[in-house]
């Protein structure tokens, strides 16, 4: 193949260049026209189609396929030019593993841009959140699979890089060993990242509660996970601290949860008023789901008592707001009508000052 390439080989002439450049014109003309017309048809049927699916394939592949007809084209030219056969023969053992890796790249962007568009428009916010987070891990291990055969692929037909793989495979032992040690982390990463797509102990969009903050998941990655908290700050958790150390999921199944609201009072407090303006300000109240709405006293002790308001409502956010507003709804209520229940620390001054002169 060197000898091949060799410029000192090649018969250069005026002549033989412009029959190369006409001949690797024409092929590159050519390439450029076809991939325009099946393209045209593509668009053509894609936007007849109903589905969002085919429109983001096509879109992906269009310019990566041009280049691997335009590849393609040149090596049919190259294959009766003297010229330019030997160097491009040489070339197209790299050109030809980058262009392929980079249309299979393309063709699980295509898929998976496509599909998450198909579950962002489900009603099922549950089914949604499961949907995009199969297809976000699923995808990336897809293309980090295809870009490591691809470079493997360009590199190993560089000499020196293909030597170096044949020593490594004689001693396959020690080789083994050294790299089974060293790829240990990212094979345990890899493993948790695709159990976590097909367990789905949590989903892009879940409200979790890990290492004492609540958060949204924002990103799943094969060897991390950000969590989005309230003040927006960014927690990142490596994925197989999920699988490996318990953790809570706010909205596993749907986002309707039962939130509680606790009032500390006076033993003195009358609970039935109470309870009665409790159950009438959350029946009102357009957050309230009508599942939940109970009042219980919880705790008594000496000098108060614990009243367990537990409200329920359709969405997380939607809760947070039910129980601050009951909250500030029952303290308003009680300063006005039963300020009595409120919990004061009273001093009785004037018994203590008749102790006093008696001593």
């Known amino acids: 193949m060197l000898e091949r390439f060799d410029p000192r080989n090649w018969n250069v002439t005026t002549e033989n260049l412009v029959d190369t450049l006409v001949a690797l014109s024409a092929a590159v003309v050519l390439a450029l026209v076809l991939h325009w017309i099946v393209f045209a048809v593509l668009r053509r049927v894609a936007r007849l189609s109903t589905n969002a699916l085919d429109d983001m394939v096509v879109g992906q592949v269009g310019k990566p396929l041009r280049w691997v007809m335009i590849g393609f084209a040149i090596s049919a030219a190259a294959e009766t030019d003297a010229l330019v056969g030997p160097g491009w023969d040489l070339a197209t053992d790299y050109i030809r593993p980058a262009l392929v890796g980079w249309l299979a790249y393309a063709v699980v962007k295509g898929f998976a841009a496509g599909m998450e568009a198909q579950a962002e428009r489900s009603e099922d916010p549950v089914s949604q959140r499961a949907r995009i987070t199969r297809i976000a891990i699923l995808s990336r291990t897809m293309t980090v699979g295809?870009?490591?055969?691809?470079?493997?692929?360009?590199?190993?037909?560089?000499?020196?890089?293909?030597?170096?793989?044949?020593?490594?495979?004689?001693?396959?032992?020690?080789?083994?060993?050294?790299?089974?040690?060293?790829?240990?982390?990212?094979?345990?990463?890899?493993?948790?990242?695709?159990?976590?797509?097909?367990?789905?102990?949590?989903?892009?969009?879940?409200?979790?509660?890990?290492?004492?903050?609540?958060?949204?998941?924002?990103?799943?990655?094969?060897?991390?996970?950000?969590?989005?908290?309230?003040?927006?700050?960014?927690?990142?958790?490596?994925?197989?601290?999920?699988?490996?150390?318990?953790?809570?999921?706010?909205?596993?199944?749907?986002?309707?949860?039962?939130?509680?609201?606790?009032?500390?009072?006076?033993?003195?407090?009358?609970?039935?008023?109470?309870?009665?303006?409790?159950?009438?300000?959350?029946?009102?109240?357009?957050?309230?789901?009508?599942?939940?709405?109970?009042?219980?006293?919880?705790?008594?002790?000496?000098?108060?008592?614990?009243?367990?308001?537990?409200?329920?409502?359709?969405?997380?956010?939607?809760?947070?707001?039910?129980?601050?507003?009951?909250?500030?709804?029952?303290?308003?209520?009680?300063?006005?009508?039963?300020?009595?229940?409120?919990?004061?620390?009273?001093?009785?001054?004037?018994?203590?000052?008749?102790?006093?002169k008696k001593a």
Not at 214 to 221: C, D, N, Q, S, T
Not at 284 to 289: G, Q, R, S
């Open 146 to 356: 295809i870009i490591i055969i691809t470079v493997a692929l360009i590199m190993l037909n560089i000499p020196g890089v293909r030597d170096i793989g044949v020593t490594m495979m004689a001693s396959a032992g020690l080789a083994a060993l050294a790299v089974g040690a060293a790829a240990q982390p990212a094979l345990k990463s890899l493993i948790a990242g695709l159990q976590v797509a097909i367990t789905q102990p949590l989903r892009i969009g879940d409200l979790v509660k890990v290492d004492g903050e609540v958060g949204r998941i924002e990103e799943i990655r094969m060897s991390f996970v950000t969590v989005r908290t309230w003040d927006e700050r960014v927690i990142v958790v490596p994925t197989s601290r999920f699988l490996d150390q318990s953790f809570e999921n706010w909205s596993r199944i749907d986002e309707q949860l039962t939130g509680p609201v606790f009032l500390h009072l006076d033993p003195a407090a009358e609970i039935a008023p109470i309870r009665a303006e409790f159950e009438h300000f959350v029946e009102a109240h357009p957050l309230w789901d009508g599942r939940t709405k109970a009042l219980l006293m919880t705790e008594a002790y000496p000098e108060s008592i614990e009243l367990r308001l537990a409200v329920s409502a359709a969405t997380i956010g939607d809760l947070w707001t039910l129980r601050c507003e009951v909250r500030e709804h029952m303290l308003t209520w009680l300063r006005e009508h039963q300020h009595e229940a409120l919990i004061r620390h009273r001093l009785e001054v004037e018994a203590a000052n008749a102790k006093v």
